[in-house]
């Protein structure tokens, strides 16, 4: 997390493009929100022109990253795609900038401008969604307390019911729940249900 775990990470909602000339050289950068390596890989390559002198690119997935600068000299162009990345405090997230060569030099720092610029230009205007830390867990209720766990869960954002299976006594539920809001969960049913109802939760929590 950033600022010692009190700021969210944000992901990509969509795919969004950005374009700049420089000296004569056009940037195109296109970014994307990827959920694993082999999906950023899959960006690369989907969004890489064949024809463009360069292609470089970089993606951050929690952890893991990696960048290239696909023939420029090193650390000009996939390492400054990268801090801009991470300077927006984004994740699961990648980027490939394109450039035509148009005839002028620009030199190791026009260039990490160029790259990162074109990278952060095309993330800034991007829209972005929160990345929250979600916990699995199963509610067992009586069915005389079914229609009002169903209807107070409906209820909460932060709660996502992902299916249910019946029982001789009642029904298990299947919940996504925003970790942060776990507590808060498991005290409401146990409010609205006087205890009858039991939260149990992933065992990885």
């Given at each position: 997390?950033?600022?010692?775990?009190?700021?969210?990470?944000?992901?990509?909602?969509?795919?969004?493009?950005?374009?700049?000339?420089?000296?004569?050289?056009?940037?195109?950068?296109?970014?994307?929100?990827?959920?694993?390596?082999?999906?950023?890989?899959?960006?690369?390559?989907?969004?890489?022109?064949?024809?463009?002198?360069?292609?470089?690119?970089?993606?951050?997935?929690?952890?893991?990253?990696?960048?290239?600068?696909?023939?420029?000299?090193?650390?000009?162009?996939?390492?400054?795609?990268l801090q801009a990345i991470d300077g927006q405090g984004l994740d699961g997230v990648a980027v490939v900038v394109t450039r035509w060569f148009?005839?002028?030099?620009?030199?190791?720092?026009?260039?990490?401008?160029?790259?990162?610029?074109?990278?952060?230009?095309?993330?800034?205007?991007?829209?972005?969604?929160?990345?929250?830390?979600?916990?699995?867990?199963?509610?067992?209720?009586?069915?005389?307390?079914?229609?009002?766990?169903?209807?107070?869960?409906?209820?909460?954002?932060?709660?996502?019911?992902?299916?249910?299976?019946?029982?001789?006594?009642?029904?298990?539920?299947?919940?996504?729940?925003?970790?942060?809001?776990?507590?808060?969960?498991?005290?409401?049913?146990?409010?609205?249900?006087?205890?009858?109802?039991?939260?149990?939760?992933?065992?990885?929590?």
């Amino acid at each position: 997390m950033l600022d010692g775990g009190m700021a969210t990470l944000c992901t990509l909602a969509t795919t969004e493009t950005a374009r700049q000339e420089i000296r004569k050289s056009r940037f195109l950068a296109v970014a994307g929100p990827v959920a694993s390596e082999a999906a950023a890989k899959e960006f690369v390559g989907r969004h890489a022109d064949p024809s463009a002198n360069h292609n470089c690119w970089a993606w951050r997935i929690g952890q893991g990253y990696r960048f290239s600068d696909d023939g420029e000299p090193g650390g000009t162009a996939g390492k400054p795609i990268l801090q801009a990345i991470d300077g927006q405090g984004l994740d699961g997230v990648a980027v490939v900038v394109t450039r035509w060569f148009g005839g002028i030099l620009l030199g190791s720092g026009g260039l990490m401008r160029a790259y990162g610029g074109t990278a952060a230009l095309c993330l800034r205007a991007a829209a972005k969604v929160p990345l929250v830390e979600t916990v699995g867990a199963r509610i067992a209720c009586t069915f005389g307390d079914l229609a009002l766990v169903q209807a107070r869960l409906d209820a909460l954002p932060a709660v996502r019911v992902l299916g249910q299976t019946f029982t001789a006594t009642g029904a298990e539920l299947s919940l996504s729940v925003d970790e942060a809001e776990a507590g808060a969960v498991e005290r409401l049913v146990a409010d609205i249900t006087s205890g009858r109802a039991r939260v149990s939760w992933d065992a990885d929590r």
